[in-house]
Every structure is written in structure tokens, then in C-alpha cells.
């Protein structure tokens, strides 16, 4: 069966509030959350309600209109409140630099909403109209994305990826995900082996889920499945998404994407890198500067509710880790696949 992308959207501007898809609870249910201030943003994302470096964004992007389009005042204090709502915003999560790069760009719209003379609601208006495009150029960049990654698959290979970089990541399609959506749609069989993700399971619960859902040949293995996985020859290209692409191209993805990497290039198997140019930081010179996100020692030892180690064990749970750019083939972008030497290649991206 061969069916387009119908994956559920992740993020919904509508009118007045946000309808955020509550991905903690799927894959058995599918509830939409209302939310209708900057603090539930805040939550939302500190929280994994929404997750994946693009959503995130975009859901930030959103926040900062519905912590300001309640000012009454004058157009200076409509500014305020905006970048108070971005430096805020800021704080719920640190890796993923695609929530600082859409923050400051809807700090940088107001800016220049404001000094341009503007009335209240124009700029109010105005606001709202870069988030949907930040959301909408999203969707498309994740295509182009998806046509670049394409080209480096085959009909009958198979795929493996770690964590969730699909469509409930992005607006729409994904980004180490989409090549495998353009396939289907055009007949082209990929198999794909997703690992579960340990701790919050993404991949489990989210990227098993969206590709079930297409109609994808997906199989679920555990983390520590991978090396078996590819001893037996049925991996053909690995393909993660990232949170942040460091100047010289080391990445820093969900736990787990480094140890994937290492096995990758022990087969001899390409490790690809899909993402879009909001996710590459030439601001951080190397994965050492990247800040990883520490999250709470109850994922380890109690996730999903069943305690499953002993009280007051000690626990470290680093959220995400970083692959040094050795390890990395490629980084699909956009505007297209970029190889080592990546410190030279990923600025090029950025001066054309
Ligand atoms: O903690 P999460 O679920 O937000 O981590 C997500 C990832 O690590 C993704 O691989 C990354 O954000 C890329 S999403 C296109």
C-alpha cells in the first residue's frame, strides 16, 4: 500500500489559543491540549507535552504572541511584554537551538514592528503572522530535507534511527524521517528500525507510532538491540535528527545517538545528520560548549509509573549527548548534503 504523509499535527494555531498535541500520552491517546498563556507554553515544553528541537520552536513562537496580545498600552509596552515572554521562554529548555533561533526571530519582528511606527493591533497581527510562517517554512524545509536525504536511499535498504525526528517533531514530515515519507509515496520500500529511546521512549511511543501509521515497515528494538541489528546486515544507512550542530559538526541528539554513531561506523555504515539550518549553531565552536539538558532521576528509575530500580540508587540522566563530527557521513539540510570538512562546508550554507 502506498499512502501519503497523514501524520497527526503536532502544533495548532487556532484563533485565539494553542492546541498542543500531548505527546507524553501517545500512543494511546490522542488529546489535544487548549493552552491560552505563555506560562502552559512554558510547562508544555519544560514538560515534553511538545518536544523535538523544530516543535519546539514553533511552539515558543506561538507563546510569545499569547503573553503579548492581551497589552492594551501603547506599542513600547507591547515590546516589553514580548521579550520578557522570550526571555523567559528561553529558560524552559536549554540544548535544542532551534527554541533561542525562533525566540529571536520573533524578538527581532517586534523590534522592528515597534520602530516602524506601527499601531498596536497591526503589530499585534503582524507578530502572529511570523510564527505561522515560522511554522509554515517548517513544514516546507522538512520536504526539501526529505528530497535530499532521498537521494542517498535505494529501494529494499534499511534505516535505522534513534529517538523521534518525524513529523510530530516538526510542523510536518519530520527531518530524519521525511526521506522515508517521500519513499512511501513513491513506491520506494525502506524498512526501518527504530530504537526505543530509553528513557522517555520516543521512539517507542512516538517514532513506531507515526510510521505505523503511514503505513511504513517499522520494527521496534530495544537501545541495545542496535549492534545486533546491524551485525546481521539489515542496516543499511543510519539516520538521526539533532537538537544542535555545533560550527565544526559535532551534534548533539537525544541519549544514546553517540553510542549508534560508534556502532555505525564499526559496520561501516553511513551516519547521517537531517536538519534544518535553524538547528546549526555556528555560535558554538564545538560539542563541548553545547549545554546538555539534565532531566529528572525518576525517568530512570520510575518511568511510565512502575519503579524499576532500588530507592535512592544514585542516577545520572543526561538528556541528550554529543557525536563528535568523526563519526558523522553527512548533515542534510535544505540546502542540501554537507560532508567534512563540516567547520568550512556548514558556514558555505549560510553565505549562499
Ligand atoms: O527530548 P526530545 O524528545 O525533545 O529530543 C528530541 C530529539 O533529540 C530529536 O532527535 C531532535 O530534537 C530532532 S527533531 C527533528
Redesign the pocket.
Known amino acids: 500500500m502506498t499512502t501519503g504523509y497523514a501524520g497527526l499535527q503536532s502544533v495548532i494555531w487556532a484563533d485565539d489559543r494553542l492546541d498542543l498535541l500531548d505527546q507524553r500520552l501517545l500512543p494511546e491517546e490522542i488529546v489535544y491540549l487548549p493552552l491560552t498563556t505563555v506560562e502552559e507554553v512554558w510547562e508544555a515544553i519544560r514538560h515534553?507535552k511538545v518536544?523535538?528541537?523544530?516543535a519546539?520552536g514553533i511552539t515558543a513562537a506561538y507563546g510569545v504572541v499569547l503573553a503579548s496580545r492581551d497589552e492594551r498600552g501603547g506599542v513600547s509596552d507591547w515590546l516589553a511584554r514580548v521579550l520578557k515572554a522570550a526571555e523567559y521562554l528561553a529558560t524552559s529548555r536549554p540544548t535544542?537551538v532551534n527554541l533561542f533561533w525562533a525566540l529571536e526571530r520573533m524578538s527581532a519582528k517586534a523590534k522592528t514592528l515597534a520602530e516602524s511606527g506601527r499601531d498596536l493591533e497591526t503589530c499585534k497581527r503582524e507578530l502572529l503572522e511570523e510564527a505561522v510562517a515560522i511554522q509554515r517554512e517548517d513544514e516546507e524545509t522538512c520536504r526539501l530535507i526529505g528530497e535530499h536525504a532521498l537521494t542517498l536511499l535505494k529501494d529494499g535498504m534499511g534505516v535505522l534511527t534513534h529517538?523521534?525526528?518525524g513529523g510530530l517533531?516538526?510542523a510536518k514530515y519530520?527531518?530524519?524521517l521525511a526521506p522515508i515519507y517521500l519513499a512511501k509515496e513513491r513506491g520506494i520500500d525502506i524498512r526501518v528500525f527504530a530504537d526505543e529511546t530509553r528513557p522517555?521512549l520516543?521512539g517507542a511511543r512516538l517514532t513506531a507510532f507515526e510510521l505505523q501509521q503511514a503505513g511504513v515497515d517499522v520494527t521496534l528494538i530495544c537501545d541495545n538491540m542496535a549492534g545486533m541489528v546491524m551485525s546481521k546486515g539489515w542496516v543499511d544507512a543510519v539516520i538521526?535528527?539533532?537538537?544542535r550542530v555545533a560550527a565544526n559538526g559535532d551534534v548533539a541528539?537525544?541519549i544514546g545517538t553517540y553510542s549508534v554513531a560508534v556502532l555505525a561506523k564499526a559496520h561501516g555504515i553511513p551516519f547521517y545528520v537531517a536538519?534544518p539550518l535553524s538547528t546549526i549553531d555556528l555560535g558554538t565552536p564545538t560539542g563541548a560548549e553545547i549545554p546538555i539538558e539534565e532531566r529528572s532521576a525518576e525517568e530512570v528509575t520510575e518511568g511510565f509509573g512502575k519503579r524499576t530500580a532500588p530507592r535512592g540508587v544514585k542516577v545520572f540522566n543526561p538528556?541528550?549527548d554529543v557525536t563528535p563530527a568523526e563519526y558523522v557521513t553527512a548533515i542534510i539540510t535544505e540546502k542540501g548534503i554537507v560532508r567534512a570538512p563540516f567547520s568550512e562546508n556548514l558556514k558555505k550554507l549560510f553565505s549562499t
Not at 538521526?240 to 537538537?243: A, E, R, Y
Open positions: 515534553l518536544r523535538g528541537a523544530p519546539i535544542a529517538c523521534n525526528a517533531a516538526t519530520g527531518t530524519a522517555v520516543q538521526v535528527g539533532t537538537d541528539n537525544k536538519c538528556a541528550f
